[in-house]
């Protein structure tokens, strides 16, 4: 642990910090001194999240010893030193903001989900500051343990219901709360994030969501999602205070997003007609009690509301519904747009208004919590509809000042459009819409209140005067215009360098793919077959050099999906999975944990060499995943990935930006700029992938010509800018990436981070197959599934993946294609059909018939490798790479039970006789010779040697033989 002093505030760092850890931390303290709103960035895999943690929790503990020094001055009997104590620790914790002592505050630490806030926790457990309160905030959804309640999959009627049981005191979870928190040792324990504290709640028998709810009352730090700041309604719910506490958001870059959702609403006109149906099943349910009342067989929920409150609640959703049915939209691809006050008109027609809308939220409140506590069966109705509508009254009365109301009109728009119904749980909805109407039951109109400007939600937040604003990420540039959009100033700012050297990374924009042909991901150029093919190539020679891990993002998920079609159709699919098995970004949650796992669990297979993870931009895989060491070495950027040209609400922004700027004279961003950022924030943040740590190396590879604009390239975070490469011939990228990697792992190895073994995989190998990944489903969406066999009936055996004739490849090509032979009937049947491809590698040249074929070993030397002949009498074999000159050595014939005994006892010493079992067992189901082939040469090519007398290339053959031999026998 190392002590550092920092404005006289001295913070304990776990190791001495690098100059960009120290200037970080210098910031920090400086606006938490001075209470000043600060602006940071500092790239990924510069130990940001460690660097706050530290100096915020630093100060804060000078604070408390202020706090408590203060207390003691203010005593009559204070003594001098308590005094002059006390005005040192002023000028470190800062100017004293209360009277008559200071007050301390606490940290609010918001991050965008709940595993980051996972990873940050797991930080500061490492660090010295453990021993502080902590509290972790978190919905329903991830803390609620009640065998009802958590199966319920709707998290507003989970609201409901938990809110039922706690009011009337039937959750025996809730009861036990007040017991289990005044315990010592579960408020004063270990830090606890929320996986431990749902563990800690089981344990209890006590509920984790309430529980964090009295942990945050003591806390000194306290971390939450986004959403838990920003939204005014949550904010409310969990009591979080905002006066005077130090707000930080880390992964900043998607605050101005969040903003704008968190102020936004949309309301379908299915979720109205639900609403009318809710409130029409809760009618039956009144009248049924009032029928049964003195029936012992019926129990339903006291309420306190009466028929005449539902009618008139009835009455506004059906004036409402006819309200938005009767707003025509002529163009349903642009749909209709109204400024910001006309959704007030829409609801001033249904009887909505300022004098009355907190009345009907009130109804709509207990009718909700009614129908979740009487809904004991799946197919009644919760609540959802009327939710909807709630919602969509609390965002526009939000505030009713005059000159809030003028601000909201300019910063809203209020538009209409036609949503048409394909997915299942749409057609679910849409089914409680009029059936006599054939056209509602195809489309459905909605309501969308947008807002556009950011600084709606930072605004709402000044207003509660915290101390000071943190915004922090590894990509906020351009800081100006970051600020701009958020309406708030940031008198403290910083944009730090990256950590690293200039030969840890490889930044590269290859502009023409391997068969000349452009690579641009653009719109009119993204359905190219001569393009995807070239794409394909470029991924394909990219993954023989990346060892390990490789990851592929593109733009959005419609076109990876083309991609992936269109390799799958032309052969290449099976091709990139004999280098490395495919791991495609699933789009439901339920999916995405076991795909990771999976992919993980590949790197570390030694029978591959990594794996590919194919995602995109602004997805769960480019943001917050952290791909350490050899989880990321190569990261692909196939597209910039802008926001769809044609949404109504992209067309909308940038007109209000346009609007903004003129009104202000020139000033702010243009509908462009702002259009360019988006695309190349979500760059920066895939690309940040990468890099995690000091010692970290890795490529960055850019497969598409924009990328070499200059206007592109300075928009990249300032440690790539500066490192960017442009590419128009393929193979000198590839020899390069070659070069790179063998360098990069000699000058920087990473402990407990194996190199790849020394070797020379087979092109015709296909030791990826039966791998779980997710793939394309049947329906065309991605699925969860097994490793698309390069062996299936819809992929071609081979197609050609060579340069064109000027590519100099020289370094690596060679001139043969090899094709995997068939399985025969004989193991020496198929060794003596791979004798017959003898691969030349004294003749290194490339013509125009020629394919390339890069060796997927980056670290092993180019050295020359003379032809290998088998002769398949028992046991003998020509190995004229052995020795200078050619000669024929022929090995004793050995029994098959005596050789394995000598085979076991070395592969004992390195726990690989099971392995060694696995493979021969494979062997007798699928009699594959290429699979068993590449499996033992990785097992034995290097490794060994003793053996068979330092030849350990006479060993692969020698234990074909033993496989041939033993598998009719029980010895293995």
């Known amino acids: 642990m190392c002590s550092v002093n920092i404005h006289n505030v001295l913070v304990d760092f776990p190791f001495p910090p690098y100059p960009v ?209 920003l939204d005014p309604k949550i904010r409310k719910m969990h009591g979080v205070e905002i006066e005077g506490n130090i707000i930080i958001f880390d992964e900043a870059h998607n605050i101005e997003k969040i903003c704008e959702e968190s102020a936004s609403v949309n309301l379908r006109s299915a979720d109205l007609a639900l609403a009318i149906d809710e409130t029409n099943q809760v009618l039956k349910l009144y009248g049924k009690q009032d029928e049964e009342s003195e029936s012992s067989d019926v129990q339903i929920t006291p309420q306190d509301f009466g028929p005449d409150e539902l009618l008139i609640l009835k009455g506004v959703l059906l004036d409402f519904e006819k309200v938005l049915d009767d707003i025509e939209i002529e163009n349903k691809a642009k749909g209709l747009t109204r400024e910001g006050r006309f959704i007030r008109e829409l609801l001033l027609s249904a009887r ?202 593109f733009p959005s998920y419609p076109v990876m999906k083309s991609c992936i079609e269109h390799w799958q159709n032309e052969g290449q699919w099976g091709e990139i999975m004999r280098i490395k098995p495919i791991y495609v970004e699933p789009q439901t949650k339920e999916t995405f944990n076991t795909v990771m796992k999976d992919y993980y669990k590949a790197i570390d297979d030694p029978v591959h060499q990594g794996a590919i993870f194919m995602a995109v931009c602004r997805g769960k895989v480019s943001e917050g995943l952290d791909f350490i060491n050899a989880n990321g070495r190569t990261v692909v950027i196939t597209g910039l990935p802008y926001p769809p040209l044609n949404d109504p609400r992209v067309i909308l922004k940038k007109e209000y930006l346009e609007e903004n700027r003129k009104a202000a004279k020139g000033k702010g961003l243009t509908g462009q700029d702002w ?96 791998l779980p990944v997710a793939t394309l489903g049947a329906s065309g969406g991605l699925t969860s599934g097994n490793l698309v066999s390069a062996r299936r009936k819809e992929v071609r055996p081979h197609i050609s993946l060579g340069y064109e004739p000027s590519l100099d490849v020289s370094q690596y090509a060679t001139n043969v294609k090899p094709v995997s032979p068939k399985p025969k009937s004989s193991l020496f049947e198929n060794l003596n059909s791979i004798s017959s491809n003898v691969i030349d590698f004294n003749n290194q040249r490339s013509d125009e018939n020629s394919d390339l074929s890069i060796s997927s070993q980056p670290f092993e030397p180019m050295v020359k490798k003379r032809k290998l002949q088998i002769n398949m009498k028992y046991g003998q074999l020509n190995d004229s790479d052995v020795k200078p000159s050619s000669c024929t050595e022929t090995v004793k014939e050995v029994k098959p039970n005596d050789y394995l005994m000598q085979v076991k006892t070395v592969l004992c010493r390195t726990n690989e006789y099971e392995k060694f079992k696995s493979v021969l067992k494979s062997y007798r189901s699928d009699k594959d010779i290429s699979i068993l082939f590449e499996a033992l040469r990785n097992m034995f090519g290097t490794r060994h040697k003793n053996l068979v007398k330092g030849k350990p290339f006479v060993l692969s053959y020698i234990i074909l033989f033993i496989a041939e031999t033993a598998s009719n026998t029980n010895e293995i």
């Open 675 to 770: 259009y360019r950022l988006e695309a190349i924030r979500a760059v920066n943040q895939a690309i940040g992938r990468v890099i995690r740590h000091k010692e970290d190396y890795g490529a960055i590879l850019f497969f598409d010509q924009r990328f070499g604009d200059p206007n592109i390239v300075n928009s990249l975070s300032s440690w790539v800018r500066k490192l960017v490469k442009r590419y128009d011939n393929p193979g000198k990228l590839i020899a390069d990436m070659r070069m790179f990697f063998k360098h990069a792992a000699d000058a920087h190895p990473v402990a407990g981070i194996p190199r790849l073994p020394v070797k020379e995989k087979s092109s015709f190998s296909d030791s990826g197959r039966n």
């Open 352 to 553: 909505v208004q300022q004098g009355n809308y907190l009345t009907l939220l009130e109804l709509l409140d207990k009718v909700i919590q009614y129908l979740s506590a009487n809904s004991n069966s799946p197919f009644q109705r919760k609540g959802a509809g009327l939710q909807t509508f709630a919602d969509l009254i609390k965002v526009v009365f939000a505030k009713n000042q005059v000159h809030f109301v003028e601000k909201m009109n300019r910063a809203y728009r209020t538009h209409f459009g036609i949503e048409e119904s394909k997915s299942k749980s749409n057609r679910k909805v849409d089914e409680w819409l009029s059936k006599s109407d054939a056209s509602s039951a195809k489309q459905v109109k909605t309501l969308n209140y947008w807002c556009f400007s950011p600084g709606f939600g930072m605004e709402d937040l000044i207003e509660l005067k915290p101390r000071c604003i943190i915004l922090t990420s590894g990509t906020l540039s351009p800081l100006d215009s970051f600020a701009a959009e958020l309406h708030v100033p940031f008198p403290v700012t910083l944009e730090n360098p990256h950590i690293i050297q200039e030969d840890q990374v490889l930044v590269a924009v290859l502009q023409l793919g391997p068969n000349k042909v452009a690579l641009n991901s653009s719109y009119n150029n993204r359905s190219n077959p001569e393009y995807l093919t070239s794409l394909g190539k470029a991924i394909f020679y990219a993954a023989k050099v990346t060892p390990h891990g490789m990851l592929v993002f």
């Open 21 to 229: 850890q120290f200037a970080y931390m210098e910031k920090v303290i400086e606006c938490l001194q001075k209470g000043e709103n600060g602006l940071l960035e500092s790239p990924t895999g510069t130990g940001k999240t460690l660097s706050i943690l530290c100096s915020s929790l630093a100060w804060l503990t000078v604070r408390k010893a202020q706090v408590q020094s203060a207390l003691l001055v203010n005593k009559e009997a204070a003594s001098d030193f308590s005094k002059l104590l006390s005005n040192q620790l002023e000028n470190a914790g800062g100017m004293s903001w209360g009277e008559p002592a200071p007050v301390l505050p606490k940290i609010i630490y918001a991050s965008r989900t709940h595993s980051q806030l996972t990873q940050v926790i797991q930080e500061l457990k490492r660090s010295k500051y453990n021993y502080l309160k902590v509290a972790v905030l978190g919905s329903r959804d991830q803390m609620c343990i009640h065998p009802e309640v958590s199966k319920e999959t709707n998290s507003t009627v989970k609201l409901y219901m938990c809110m039922a049981k706690t009011s009337t005191r039937t959750c025996h979870y809730y009861n036990n709360v007040e017991t289990v928190s005044v315990a010592n040792e579960f408020t004063n324990g270990p830090v606890m994030d929320i996986e431990d504290l749902v563990k800690e709640g089981q344990k209890q028998k006590a509920c984790p969501y309430f529980l964090s709810r009295e942990m945050k009352k003591n806390a000194d730090i306290i971390f939450m999602p986004y959403n838990y700041l």
